[in-house]
């Protein structure tokens, strides 16, 4: 019995003295803030000038009218704070509808590598739902939320 008391309070500290460190330890990673790349569109991968037109294109039947709010808007989130870190959607509005979604997640320590995964689920999740509404990513659980909210700001203000 008395051996089993000291076992425990000997892993108790051990633990302890173990997390106390691990905290004092400091970021494992640079203070920059992840951030994912925007998704890349239309024919030019290179990413600088514009793409060239491959053929003549012929009007058939009415043209379309215009499109309002054709040209592409960024809109940024609010900031919303995490135990991990911040967290800061801004979204692009092209035609009036979501065309890119990028997000600054947190990015120290364990929360890093867990951030890295989540942000890509949950941009294709805001992007193929053109909402907020969007599912919470196992594992993630404080940053997918912190996801929706600033995701829902950005949508709130366009």
Do not use: H
């Amino acid at each position: 019995m008395r051996r089993a008391v000291f076992a425990i309070l000997g892993t108790a500290a051990a633990t302890t003295l173990l997390v106390g460190i691990k905290a004092q330890a400091g970021p494992d990673t640079d203070p920059v803030a992840l951030e994912e790349p925007p998704a890349q569109t239309g024919s030019n991968p290179a990413g600088t000038g514009t793409p060239k037109p491959t053929g003549t294109a012929k009007p058939t039947g009415t043209p379309a009218p215009p499109a309002n709010n054709a040209a592409p808007k960024k809109i940024v989130g609010d900031t919303v704070n995490t135990p991990y870190g911040p967290v800061q959607v801004t979204i692009t509005v092209t035609g009036g509808k979501i065309s890119d979604v990028t997000a600054k997640l947190p990015n120290t320590g364990e929360s890093a590598a867990i951030a890295a995964n989540a942000g890509p689920k949950l941009k294709q999740q805001a992007l193929q739902k053109q909402s907020a509404d969007i599912d919470t990513v196992s594992g993630a659980t404080y940053t997918s939320e912190a996801y929706q909210k600033s995701l829902q700001s950005a949508l709130d203000k366009r």
